[in-house]
């Protein structure tokens, strides 16, 4: 029962694990390309669209994830841990799991604030802003607005555009490589546009109903008009009472269209669509949500063409 | 007076002339442009904020929200907004950039976590009184400077406040290292980390309570560092290692300056598919007791969690299974006690609102390892929303006295202001 020592015995052991593992770090640096980890796979698809071959894009989230419900998994931590810019969608979107990977990951690079964090929302324009009092009440509002701002093409050129300064202000040596990238990218969107406004013309102002607040951006832009959500709050799981006013709403108003995320359950949905006469279309927030919607383009081509199909004969 | 105030004019006059820009020089062609091109976003900017003003002024007044936000409100009140404010959201015109943020420009964030008790049936070994605010705990987190992030968790329970964690990470290290300072739970185990709103179940398992310092645990002023491990591709592993003051419940005590105690761990995770994952940690703690600085207790624990959760209804279904085993061994007088305790817990999230568990405790005393107590628990949760939950325990405890009690215990939790996330 002798401990004599023991406080210079356990410094001296920490010094030692120290010591050892400083010896094991920093291995993996002189990598050509720079590494960059996105929250979200519509991010993750800017990136790649700018970033083309000088870059390895990994994205946190899968686009067939609810975004706001990831799991802060430690095999996150590794994705982090090597990271030279993390690309984050902001508005508190993931709040509820980033914060700690990036202060467990122990990469200086990437903390609030440092060269290699970029938050995408500076770049976007956004919708819902609370102009009044907000409070949870109001469910689990943004109250820096609507994060869902990918969903329309604009903010998708913005928010490229920001990515591209970024990454040449990481790698000044291929500035103009992102920049050509960027131009080359901002063109075949304006085209893509050309086409979505064509294909959404005779749609303009229908009436639809959302399962959670995700589509401002999207509807603002293809001129949806969104009459209601099934959350009763942006957060709270459908309610029997809400879901009947729905419903009546829905008949009275004429929507003959629900729009559901892939995360979310469709037994509320298809409920409502049958009681007020109207057709579930499960639609993609984000890239990656199905394996058709495997780019920035393709996101909107399939979200696009799913509306088309829904109006048709309407 | 006069000409001193005249001289002060000149003077004024004389320094305003200074600091007129020099006249600018003729613009070339590519200013020009460069100008134009400015103005014309400049011209953009003004003209979707008229449109933004217009639109706000074409809306009616912002929708109240005094309404109070208790689970009932939340379960209940489902009043469904006139559409008219449903389309338009509260501001329909986008800003580049997002809300302005003044409102809580550098203040941290501040949380109060509310944590209500009410406990039928009898238990002698570990009585506790029918209703009690069991604890407030008040969270102040925010980023210190570019190099570090400062957490607080203050414990208002019925017996005072104490500071149940504060601490300083340093998140800017080199090398990959993450070190922290302050009064924190120490890495030893699952359980010991967690704060008890965060808990799967109302109490903490036996083993925790007769081995590791109940509900305070191995709770300590030092420092700790840790560090994610090189290893295969796909494998997290990481090391902590903590030094303490060697003050712990009823665990450690500290006799004079040189009795700290140590804390190590070791975690292993890996992601077995994409919605299954396996975790894995060895933890050991050494201090002294409070016998005296000769008497070591030594702790050895393991722990084992799989999880289950589906990406695509991640927030209807999820599965957890965690087993936790800890040695203690204790020096005392006439003969050290090697006491072994467990638990086994599972929990499933059912839906969006509620979840089931159980669990299985069994655990020997640290000071008496002839003695152990078991029991099991059946646990179900429901949730209004993110910010409030409803939870009911069942408790059966077999006493080593031979005594069995028998506990029905309700838990009302709920969570005001920005809490931060907690790990994983």
């Not at chain 1, 979200?40 to 975004?67: C, F, H, M």
Request: glycine share 8%; hydrophobic share 40%; net charge neutral.
């Amino acid at each position: 029962m002798k401990t004599h020592g023991n406080w210079f015995r356990s410094m001296l052991g920490l010094a030692a694990l120290a010591a050892a593992l400083w010896g094991t770090a920093g291995t993996a640096w002189a990598a050509s390309k720079l590494n960059v980890v996105t929250t979200t796979a519509d991010l993750a698809a800017l990136t790649q669209e700018v970033g083309g071959d000088r870059v390895n894009v990994q994205s946190i989230a899968k686009g067939y994830q609810d975004p706001h419900f990831v799991e802060a998994k430690p095999s996150f931590l590794l994705m982090l841990q090597r990271a030279d810019l993390l690309v984050s969608v902001g508005l508190q979107l993931e709040s509820g799991w980033l914060p700690p990977l990036i202060s467990q990951c122990g990469n200086a690079r990437v903390q609030p604030h440092a060269s290699g964090n970029l938050d995408a929302s500076q770049f976007a324009e956004i919708l819902e802003l609370p102009s009044g009092p907000v409070s949870r009440a109001q469910g689990d509002v943004h109250p820096l607005g609507n994060p869902h701002y990918w969903l329309d093409p604009e903010n998708g050129r913005r928010v490229a555009r920001g990515i591209a300064t970024k990454l040449a202000q990481l790698r000044p040596e291929d500035a103009q490589y992102f920049e050509q990238r960027f131009q080359d990218f901002s063109r075949r969107l304006t085209e893509a546009e050309k086409r979505w406004d064509a294909q959404m013309l005779p749609y303009r102002g229908r009436k639809v109903v959302t399962y959670h607040r995700s589509w401002p951006n999207f509807t603002k832009r293809f001129g949806f008009q969104v009459m209601g959500e099934i959350e009763p709050r942006p957060g709270i799981p459908p309610s029997p009472r809400h879901t009947i006013e729905l419903m009546e709403m829905m008949k009275r108003e004429g929507v003959k269209v629900i729009l559901v995320e892939p995360y979310f359950d469709l037994k509320t949905p298809n409920s409502i669509a049958s009681g007020a006469g109207a057709r579930v279309v499960e639609l993609l927030p984000s890239v990656g949500g199905e394996k058709e919607a495997s780019d920035y383009f393709k996101l909107f081509d399939y979200d696009l063409g799913k509306m088309a199909q829904a109006f048709q004969g309407q | 007076m006069r000409t001193i105030l005249a001289i002060l004019l000149l003077f004024a006059l004389a320094a305003t002339s200074f600091a007129q820009p020099a006249p600018p020089a003729p613009p070339t062609p590519d200013d020009t442009a460069a100008r134009l091109k400015a103005l014309e976003e400049k011209i953009l900017a003004l003209e979707s904020e008229v449109k933004t003003l217009k639109e706000a002024q074409a809306l009616p007044a912002a929708p109240s929200t005094a309404s109070s936000s208790s689970i009932d409100t939340a379960a209940a009140t489902n009043a469904y907004p006139p559409p008219a404010e449903q389309v338009k959201g509260p501001t329909q015109g986008g800003v580049i950039g997002g809300a302005p943020q003044n409102a809580k420009l550098l203040n941290p964030d501040i949380s109060m976590i509310g944590d209500f008790l009410a406990t039928a049936g009898g238990n002698r070994f570990q009585p506790g009184p029918a209703l009690e605010f069991h604890e407030a705990e008040l969270g102040i987190q925010a980023v210190i400077d570019p190099y570090a992030k400062g957490d607080f968790f203050l414990s208002f329970g019925e017996e005072g406040v104490e500071l149940e964690e504060g601490y300083i990470t340093f998140t800017g290290l080199p090398r990959g290292f993450v070190a922290r300072v302050g009064k924190m739970r120490s890495a030893f185990g699952v359980v010991n980390t967690l704060h008890n709103h965060t808990l799967p179940w109302i109490d903490r398992p036996l083993v925790t309570d007769s081995l590791v310092g109940g509900e305070d645990g191995i709770n300590d002023a030092g420092f700790s560092i840790s560090r994610i491990l090189p290893a295969p591709k796909g494998l997290f592993l990481e090391a902590t290692g903590q030094i303490f003051r060697g003050d712990s419940a009823d665990v450690f005590q500290s006799h004079q300056r040189s009795d700290l105690s140590f804390v190590g761990r070791l975690r292993g995770y890996k992601d077995l598919t994409e919605d299954t994952n396996l975790d894995i940690g060895f933890s050991y703690a050494r201090g002294h007791n409070d016998l005296g600085t000769n008497f070591l207790t030594q702790l050895f624990g393991s722990d084992v969690t799989l999880r289950w959760k589906p990406l695509r209804r991640a927030v209807y279904h999820s599965f957890l299974w965690r087993n936790e085993f800890v040695w203690s061994e204790r020096q005392q007088l006439p003969a050290a006690q090697r006491a072994f305790g467990f638990y086994s817990a599972a929990d499933y999230r059912v839906n969006r609102r509620w979840t089931v568990g159980g669990r299985f405790d069994r655990s020997a005393r640290a000071r008496n390892d002839n003695l152990t107590d078991s029991g099991f628990s059946a646990v179900v949760t429901y949730w209004p929303s993110e910010f409030s939950q409803v939870r009911t325990q069942y408790r059966f405890g077999r006493f080593a006295e031979g005594k069995d009690t028998s506990e029905l215990k309700v838990q009302l939790l709920f969570s005001l202001g920005a809490h931060g996330a907690h790990p994983f």
